[in-house]
């Protein structure tokens, strides 16, 4: 069983480098390999932080991270992380279920029609460098923003970050999805701490996991690097229309 959860976590490990959506693997696979879905969430939190990590390296190694960006958009996303987790035990999760299928069939059409900037950075940067150096301050708020998201829901955060950074500050699909990655690092650690502060993650499947989550990040950040805007355009949009159909389909079970 570990080692079938193993492999899901490489497949959704390579997917969440490159367009976000990893979790709508490795959450319905622990919930099939029996764990309850506490231990599931923390479990899965445990093992995608590695993955996530990889593909930052990844991404950074092939120069599309910003630092000066990064300096912002971690700390940001780590603060909205911690206070979203603060806010679910206030408000039910599920009052945002709607809005989000919405969003995410929104993130697709925009994906769909969206051009990528005439100028967007290569892997060694490019002429657009002081402009993204002036969106720090925008970047470092969406950061907050999704990464609230993610410590309260989740779903689709990924998604939502490239989008944002391909709609907000004109960066191109494989880039944004790298400096997603720098968000969505940060919020991973503040769940992770947070579950294991509670002690809901288990630690046996998580790591073993982790293994796959390692190479997969790995993997995906190198396919996004070398196929460029085009692959991470057509996965950002297969991910958000699949995680609208679980979100719909998860509701209208209930």
Do not use: C
Not at 167 to 183: H, I, N
């Amino acid at each position: 069983m570990v080692a079938a959860l193993t492999l899901v976590a490489l497949v959704a490990g390579t997917l969440d480098a490159i367009a976000g959506g990893g979790g709508l693997l490795t959450v319905p696979a622990l919930l099939w390999a029996g764990l309850p879905p506490h231990l599931a969430l923390g479990t899965n939190k445990g093992q995608s932080v590695f993955g996530s990590g990889a593909s930052l390296a990844r991404y950074a190694r092939g120069g599309l991270v910003d630092p000066r960006r990064a300096r912002v958009t971690f700390p940001a996303g780590l603060a909205g992380a911690i206070a979203g987790a603060t806010l679910v035990l206030a408000v039910p999760p599920e009052t945002l279920r709607p809005v989000v299928i919405a969003l995410l069939l929104g993130v697709s059409v925009f994906m769909l029609v969206a051009r990528a900037p005439a100028t967007s950075p290569g892997v060694n940067g490019g002429p657009d460098a002081a402009r993204r150096r002036g969106g720090t301050v925008h970047a470092g708020l969406l950061a907050l923003a999704v990464g609230a998201y993610d410590g309260f829901f989740g779903p689709g955060t990924g998604t939502f970050l490239i989008v944002g950074f391909v709609a907000l500050l004109g960066d191109g699909p494989a880039r944004a999805s790298a400096e997603a990655k720098v968000v969505n690092f940060a919020s991973n650690l503040a769940a992770v701490a947070l579950f294991a502060w509670r002690g809901v993650v288990l630690w046996k499947v998580a790591l073993p996991m982790a293994a796959g989550q390692l190479a997969g990040g790995w993997l995906g950040a190198h396919l996004a690097i070398r196929r460029g805007d085009a692959l991470v355009r057509g996965a950002v949009i297969a991910v958000a229309f699949a995680a609208a159909a679980k979100l719909a389909w998860d509701g209208w079970g209930r």
